[in-house]
């Protein structure tokens, strides 16, 4: 914020006639402004404060809802009916399992729709995450991500563990 603040000081002080500098400045005044705005959603992402004011529902339907605007991937939300009060250890963890699912399928999948489907049977939770992508072989995937040190599919297995739960991943390449 602050840079973009003296970039406007910058363009003011400048010369009418210097045209190219005035362009330069107004080029690195854009850059800073999406950097910001960039920024701004990686920080909510690593830690929605709104995840410390509402429970999991209200927060994915929300993440959802910009996720769809913001990608053009129409993505449903099916519940079972059930409570869903979980605790704040479990929504967090839950929240960042579905949120790195749905970046991969925006990175990698070539997507045209995605359901996130949880169900609730006392004391377990099922969470899918499922898209009509082109699908990945997964073993070689993750030896891959393992080799280039990306954290995706590790983060989302090291999560469910820490709830004492299991993740599995089903795909066939060229396939749902």
Known sequence: ??????????????????????????????????????????????????????????????????????????????????????????????????????TNVRKHANASRVDVILSREDPLVKVTVRDNGQGFDVSSTRTRAQHEKRMGLASMEDRARALNGAFRIESRKGHT
């Open 1 to 102: 914020a602050n840079l973009i603040l003296r970039l406007d000081m910058a363009r003011k002080a400048i010369p009418a006639d210097a045209e190219e500098a005035r362009a330069e400045i107004a080029s690195l005044h854009q850059f800073a402004k999406s950097t910001l705005h960039d920024m701004r959603r990686f920080m909510f992402e690593l830690r929605p404060s709104s995840l410390d004011e509402f429970s999991l529902l209200p927060v994915l339907r929300q993440y959802v809802q910009d996720y769809r605007a913001q990608y053009q991937i129409p993505v449903e939300i099916q519940l079972s009916d059930s409570d869903w009060s979980l605790g704040r250890d479990i929504e967090v963890n839950l929240f960042r399992i579905i949120q790195e699912a749905l």
